[in-house]
């Protein structure tokens, strides 16, 4: 699961060795930050894997961060907001996804067809 916020970008998936767990991952240690601080654990540097920073946290505590997340939306437009929160070269590159994803939506297919 990728998830964005107004504090950064994540990949969740289940941890390799240990079910009740899963490995948060992200390209900066920011973006795991307050999932570190709510699960009281350590980022793990990982400089040679995909993502470069890690945590491992159970099931209730990414549900938790995540509805923490939700809670903390009090703006209208998210690449505005990330502007503010992570500054102009992070509002580009979520400006690049979101444009990659423009790709591949229902109106572009559609379009694309005639």
């Known amino acids: 699961m990728w998830v964005f916020t107004q504090e950064g970008f994540v990949s969740v998936v289940n941890h390799n060795r240990d079910d009740g767990k899963l490995t948060v991952r992200a390209r900066d240690v920011r ?6 601080n709510l699960e009281e654990t350590e980022i793990i540097s990982t400089p040679h894997r995909d993502y470069e920073h890690r945590v491992f946290v159970s ?8 509805a923490g ?11 505005d907001r990330v502007k503010v929160s992570r500054g102009k070269q992070w509002a580009a590159a979520c ?15 559609v379009a694309s067809l005639y």
């Open 31 to 36: 973006s795991l930050e307050s999932i570190a």
């Open 59 to 66: 099931p209730g505590t990414y549900a938790e961060w995540l």
């Open 69 to 79: 997340q939700v809670d903390t939306l009090n703006y209208s437009n998210f690449k």
């Open 95 to 109: 400006g690049g996804v979101w444009s990659t994803m423009l790709d591949v939506s229902d109106t572009h297919k």
